[in-house]
């Protein structure tokens, strides 16, 4: 086998490695938390699902620590650009919802024609600030590719 | 867009994984390639090309105003 190929197993096989151990952390915080919450329905201290809590997030902090820390590329360029995509059509589909959901419920509640739930407002509302958050994104994406 | 990555890489003698090895991407997105359902980015493209010792344009042939040429 050829020298580039070798050296390109063994970076593939690190980088499998490195993801390997990102999906144990996560994985391990979601499973703490999960058994924190199990066990706090049973002995109601607040300290254990606390804890739980830290579990997780200490799982997330070590998937993100392995992922930024590392010089390895842990994904590949096809990986990325389908993350793109799937990124692209969420916000897609959230744009469908309040383009036509926000003037819909708007007018709906001004004119008593039917009382909108306060949960599906709030959820609106949150979609609209994904939105702002996304303006605030490409505004500086374009500042940095211009 | 039409490509021959599969022709060069069997006429090399080559596995998927062993040419994705060589380029630093996943035998996935080789796969993806051959079967024209993913366009690789410039550099590996660039990458690909020098791996087999040729063109990129031998290599790969976009498709132009939506038809293949």
Known sequence: MSEPITSGRQQLEQRNRYRRLMNVSLWGGIAGLFVATLIWVFVPDDLIVFAGVGVYWLGFVGYLAIWKGTCETLFDEREQAMELKASGLTLGVLAYVVVFGVPGMVVLSATGTYTVPSAIWDALVGYVGVFVLFAIAYTYVQYTHS | ?69
């Open chain 2, 1 to 69: 867009m039409n490509n021959e990555v599969r022709t060069y890489r069997e006429a090399a003698d080559l596995s998927q994984g062993d040419l994705a090895a060589a380029v630093g991407v996943s035998r996935q997105t080789i796969n993806a390639i051959e079967r024209e359902r993913y366009d690789p980015s410039l550099e590996l493209a660039f990458e690909l090309a020098a791996y087999f010792d040729c063109q990129i344009e031998d290599l790969f042939e976009p498709t132009l105003n939506g038809t293949n040429e």
